[in-house]
């Protein structure tokens, strides 16, 4: 799917989808805890439910639509029935970029495979003018149409069954070049001279090709696509092959370009895309031609995309045994786009934060999302696009696999990242959170109306998906998974895959690994039931251990039931202070024993963070772990620094054994931290604590001190200012480090970013890249109205997105809440916030303080109707901020006043789990409150009281 779009822009902070509130924040350590019907979506729509005039060969037929039955013509489960399916289509558009409509004309070649009666497939808002059905000169006359908006169908009765055989479909329509970020919709920029101009782009994934033109719009359809698009002569047309020719349109003074032929593909993979951006291309060891397109303006940003594009295509290549298909690959930046990018086949479409890297003016943190991001599109070439999930219940094995092999790739083309580190904190730490809600779900799940499908891209497909496969890469070994891997990319080509396919792939290769594993069975525990289990290890006397399981639950939570009861084939690796031959045990039962050296005294489970789990222990084993972490951090790896910290917050807050305290006292550690991933990991995880406590104003002061404790330390090794010695890393994390400083009351911190801002007004000159965001978040907290608007015109007249990102966060810092107020306006006011930003500042503003969340919810329901009209139907991510609004309350009064406000809302779309998710997060802020607040607050003020 599309890849998500980041939220993240401090490494305190965090991307895109749905998560809970120690996810959300994107600079976690801070004062605060910071028409239904769719056929009214269209005015086209509505048109054919009345009556229309339908062209028929060359006669017109006026008919009057009757009342459809699916009994009698499609498939009562709200899917294609199967009796037609595609062979190719030929795609003819003719957008109108001044008047934002197009007309459109597809003949789709299809077979009868049981003869029927009735054809039916997808189309949504469109003027459909003309159908007919052909085999060879025959042409079948139609009943009527109907058009079933409820259904997304397009029915077409026929006058008399027709057989098993090959036909021509043939629909003429008109639509709307769209307004919202899906199908084929409008995009708008203003060039460095003023003048606005518009792009005309697409967005079909998952559900949205049946917005731009009729088709059977589910993966399994596999065809090809022939396209010819009308256009400008200004304008280049893109699409998913290279242009074949282009021929003068009549005498209108247009051009019309036709493309070649594609390879067999799902409907949510074509794109095609009318501007006028200009490219820079390279070429490939194997020939495949790469272009980045960007606005005019932006070309000199393409280079380093284009570098990380060149070396992942023949990184892919050698790695999956197989060559690309395509003879070019294009990477457009497009100005308004819903998620972070999107793997068109041959076409692939980005978010300008996510492709854009200016040397001078683009920070650390984006020069690596710009890589990832590539990295995970291009793996969707072979994941997703080349073998693909026959349903959207198996979407993991695109995105599962695509989110996976982009920190292995982008390891490869630059290892001085720390892209094995990144996937701990951004994908296990993320994913376990998420995994966490009772109202989570299996990463293979039913999911069968476009709303559900939507939900599906989330962190669960994602990084729980990237999560687990990693995890049966360590079991079985690189070259037996990449062998297997790689005999179900050459299985399955061009067709679709269900998991357990994927697993007799793996198994062919696995049987080679010693022990041999069954990959289907070891795999279907963690794929077919919704959260993860906690491993409890316990040193027996005469150098045993036992180790047992039970899934990880929040008390009180109801539990939904598992097919197979929360038991998972669990690999259990550890370290101890004593060597062995192997530290690697199986636990497939609910206990299991195994011996260990003499002597030994600790065992650390779960070594190196490989299995997606956590590990508990008795008091005394905590105890020397936590001993360890403050006499000599590096017996253990850092990776297992931060996983400790993860799993002690975590655990203390659903085991009774697990004292609240005890993450508290391990944390002090970090002021010794060196290395930034481990430190900005585990004071992400430390966010459950202090996130809840720091509602109290009389936690305040002593919070303060602890984080000051921390990170005057650490301010202090890697310096205030940036220096020729710089690592990558140090670059990267410099700036988030001084604004959780500055935030904290750290005075040099503060008055660096002040004296900083306050020359960049007075000479113009840029502040540097990696210190943006804290310089302006610094400021912008306690600035006057008159600074706030300067941010804001600033805001308003900066092309570079990547900038426009940490001037949107800034100004969302403000703790004057009139400004708030006048910050969430500008949401709804497309002239002042992007639609597809406008989620993004709204989660800012409710991460700020208490006070902006509640102006933020306030605001929602008072404009609910526009909220839910634009963001309520796709994955734009209005699911994270409900979730991350609602899951800060902590009071009864305010669940109450969601509950009442949602009580009339029949359908919410695919916002609902994150509304179930944000009361699900309150229920447990309550409940934590009510059970830990005593004796956290007080060991707050015991170890950092007043001076």
């Not at 202070?577 to 195994?594: H, V, Y």
């Not at 000599?632 to 305290?661: P, Y």
Request: hydrophobic residues 35%.
């Amino acid at each position: 799917m599309p890849r998500p779009e980041e939220l993240r822009l401090t490494e305190f902070g965090s991307e895109e989808s749905d998560y809970d509130e120690d996810i959300f924040s994107n600079s976690i350590i801070h004062r605060y805890e910071r028409k239904k019907a769719r056929c009214s979506r269209s005015k086209l729509c509505g048109g054919a439910m009345l009556g229309m005039t339908l062209l028929l060969t060359s006669v017109i037929v006026t008919v009057t639509l009757y009342p459809f039955s699916l009994a009698t013509c499609g498939n009562s489960t709200g899917l294609l029935s199967g009796d037609v399916i595609p062979i190719h289509y030929d795609l003819w558009l003719h957008p109108n970029l001044t008047t934002l409509t197009f007309k459109g004309k597809v003949e789709i070649h299809v077979e009868v495979v049981h003869k029927t009666q009735c054809i039916v497939l997808h189309s949504l808002e469109q003027n459909i003018t003309k159908i007919q059905l052909k085999q060879r000169d025959k042409v079948h006359l139609t009943e009527a149409f109907n058009l079933i908006p409820e259904k997304e169908f397009l029915s077409i009765p026929l006058r008399s069954e027709i057989p098993v055989g090959k036909y021509v479909l043939l629909i003429h329509y008109e639509a709307e070049v769209r307004h919202a970020l899906k199908g084929f919709y409008r995009s708008y920029y203003t060039t460095q001279e003023g003048v606005q101009r518009v792009a005309a782009v697409t967005q079909f994934e998952a559900t949205y090709a049946r917005h731009a033109f009729p088709c059977f719009d589910e993966p399994q359809y596999k065809a090809t696509f022939s396209i010819s698009v009308v256009r400008d002569p200004e304008h280049t047309v893109l699409s998913n092959m290279p242009k074949n020719e282009t021929a003068k349109y009549g005498e209108t003074g247009l051009f019309q370009d036709t493309f070649e032929k594609s390879v067999k593909m799902s409907t949510y993979l074509v794109a095609f895309m009318v501007m006028d951006f200009t490219s820079r291309s390279a070429t490939t060891v194997n020939g495949t031609k790469i272009s980045v397109w960007s606005r005019s303006e932006t070309h000199h940003q393409t280079k380093y995309a284009l570098d990380c594009a060149v070396q992942l295509m023949d990184y892919y290549e050698k790695r999956f045994g197989i060559s690309f298909p395509l003879p070019k690959q294009d990477l457009v930046a497009v100005p308004d786009f819903n998620s972070g990018a999107m793997e068109n086949w041959g076409l692939i479409t980005y978010r300008e934060t996510s492709i854009l890297y200016d040397e001078k003016e683009t920070s650390n943190i984006f020069k690596r999302r710009v890589l990832s991001v590539v990295a995970h599109e291009m793996a969707h070439q072979w994941f997703g696009n080349l073998v693909t999930m026959k349903w959207w219940n198996d979407l993991w094995l695109n995105e599962g696999f695509a989110s996976y092999m982009e920190y292995v790739a982008s390891d490869y083309v630059d290892e001085d990242m720390g892209m094995q580190m990144y996937l701990q904190k951004n994908g296990m730490q993320r994913a376990l959170s998420a995994d966490s809600f009772s109202n989570s779900h299996a990463i293979s799940t039913e999911a069968n109306t476009p709303e559900s499908i939507a939900e599906m891209f989330d962190a669960i497909s994602y990084r729980k998906g990237a999560c687990i496969i990693r995890m049966l890469k360590e079991v079985l070994g690189d070259d037996i998974f990449f062998e297997g891997i790689n005999n179900y990319l050459r299985k399955y080509e061009y067709s679709n895959a269900i998991q357990s396919q994927l697993y007799h792939a793996i198994n062919e290769t696995a049987k080679q690994a010693v022990p041999p594993i069954d990959v289907g069975a070891f795999m279907n525990a963690w794929t077919l039931q919704m959260g993860y289990p906690i491993v409890y290890v316990q040193l027996l006397e005469n150098n045993r251990v036992k180790i047992s399981q039970s899934k990880y639950k929040f008390p009180g939570d109801v539990e939904t039931p598992s097919p197979l009861g929360y038991r998972w084939h669990i690999p259990f690796w550890y370290q101890s202070n004593q060597p062995s031959e192997s530290n690697f045990e199986w636990l497939t039962r609910e206990s299991f024993e195994f011996e260990v050296a003499e002597n030994t005294n600790w065992i650390l489970g779960n070594s190196l963070a490989r299995g997606f789990y956590r590990v508990t222990y008795d008091a005394d084993n905590w105890a020397q772990i936590i001993g360890i972490l403050h006499n000599n951090h590096d017996v253990f790896n850092e990776v297992d620094r931060m996983k400790i910290l993860d799993d002690l917050t975590s655990l203390s807050q659903v085991l009774e054994e697990v004292d609240i305290t005890w993450p508290l006292e391990a944390s002090t550690y970090l002021k010794n931290e060196e290395s930034l991933y481990a430190l900005t990991g585990s004071l992400i995880s430390l966010s459950r604590i202090v996130g809840k406590l720091s509602v109290k104003a009389e936690y305040g002061e002593a919070i303060d001190a602890y984080y000051l404790h921390i990170l005057e330390p650490v301010v202090k090794r890697i310096g205030i200012e940036p220096n020729a010695n710089d690592t990558f890393k140090t670059g990267l994390f410099r700036g988030a480090v001084l604004t959780a400083a500055a935030e904290h009351g750290h005075q040099p911190s503060i008055e660096y970013a002040q004296r900083l801002y306050d020359e960049h007004v007075a000479t113009g000159n840029s502040v540097d890249a990696n210190l943006y965001e804290y310089v302006y978040n610094t400021v912008a907290l306690t600035c006057t109205e008159e600074v706030w608007e300067t941010i804001m015109q600033e805001y308003t007249v900066e092309s570079l997105q990547s900038k426009q990102r940490y001037l949107m966060k800034a100004l969302a810092s403000t703790s004057d809440i009139g400004i708030i107020r006048k910050l969430l306006e500008y949401t709804t006011d497309e002239t002042k916030v992007r639609q597809q930003d406008a989620r993004i500042v709204l989660t800012y503003i409710s991460m700020g303080s208490y006070d902006a969340n509640r102006a933020t919810w306030q605001y929602v329901k008072e404009n609910w109707d526009y909220f839910y009209s634009t963001y309520g139907h796709s994955n734009m991510g209005f699911d994270v901020l409900m979730q991350t609004v609602i899951g800060q309350f902590y009071t009864t009064e305010e669940l109450e006043d969601v509950n009442q406000f949602f009580a009339d809302k029949e359908d919410l779309g695919s916002i609902q789990r994150g509304v179930k998710k944000g009361l699900e997060a309150a229920q447990h802020r309550m409940v934590w409150l009510e059970q830990h607040e005593d004796r956290a607050g007080g060991w707050f003020k015991d170890n950092f009281p007043k001076d």
